[in-house]
T-cell receptor
Framework: DAGVIQSPRHEVTEMGQEVTLRCKPISGHDYLFWYRQTMMRGLELLIYFNNNVPIDDSGMPEDRFSAKMPNASFSTLKIQPSEPRDSAVYFC?????????????FGQGTRLTVV | AQSVAQPEDQVNVAEGNPLTVKCTYSVSGNPYLFWYVQYPNRGLQFLLKYITGDNLVKGSYGFEAEFNKSQTSFHLKKPSALVSDSALYFCAVSLLSGNTPLVFGKGTRLSVIA
């Protein structure tokens, strides 16, 4: 398996524009997580899905952020409108249900810069 | 709610010396504990985990970690550091009750000096 695949790797956009980040989890994994990494806040969980259903979105910072998982092999994180303070590295991760505790596998991340 | 503390932002160690990266946790229940490493411009890579059993857990690249329930700690160790170990290290915790998301510490930057 190629691992968790995120696109794009880098995104530069102007303030006010819509940004869509994409993620393909590892095949067979039933959990998908979106994290954001900044110098100030470290790694923050934004939202996670189980079997394509959002379980907890309490980490989504504002209504400008939304996430979807239309099927088991694809998820998007959308920011509309984007603001400079959204600049960060966004990671997608996936794992599978395992009673012994399953580690999450991370994608390479999308570095978002909003100017 | 669970939380993780990594008290050191930066750890410097000479190549060949033993290294320790500290982590303490707080959970209401039995924890799953993890260590991840992040190299520049890369995602997080899994190093090792503690679920149950032996308190000393061995992982990738010669790393190990010791679970100490009384001190609520899970320090990462390596007997002999390499320059290539220089990276950002994250400790994480989740609950033993299922696939709750990992909660990460703020990370510790390890620099191994030749």
């Amino acid at each position: 398996d190629a691992g968790v695949i995120q696109s794009p790797r880098h995104e530069v956009t102007e303030m006010g524009q819509e940004v869509t980040l994409r993620c393909k989890p590892i095949s067979g994994h039933d959990y998908l997580f979106w994290y954001r990494q900044t110098m100030m806040r470290g790694l923050e969980l934004l939202i996670y899905f189980n079997n394509n259903v959002p379980i907890d979105d309490s980490g989504m910072p504002e209504d400008r952020f939304s996430a979807k998982m239309p099927n088991a092999s694809f998820s998007t994180l959308k920011i509309q409108p984007s603001e400079p303070r959204d600049s960060a590295v966004y990671f997608c991760a996936s794992s599978f249900t395992n009673l012994l505790g399953s580690e999450a596998f991370f994608g390479q991340g999308t570095r978002l810069t909003v100017v | 709610a669970q939380s993780v503390a990594q008290p050191e932002d930066q750890v410097n160690v000479a190549e060949g010396n033993p290294l320790t990266v500290k982590c303490t946790y707080s959970v209401s229940g039995n924890p799953y504990l993890f260590w991840y490493v992040q190299y520049p411009n890369r995602g997080l890579q899994f190093l090792l985990k503690y679920i149950t059993g032996d308190n000393l857990v061995k992982g990738s690249y010669g790393f190990e970690a010791e679970f100490n329930k009384s001190q609520t700690s899970f320090h990462l160790k390596k007997p002999s550091a390499l320059v290539s170990d220089s990276a950002l290290y994250f400790c994480a915790v989740s609950l033993l009750s299922g696939n709750t998301p990992l909660v990460f510490g703020k990370g510790t930057r390890l620099s191994v000096i030749a």
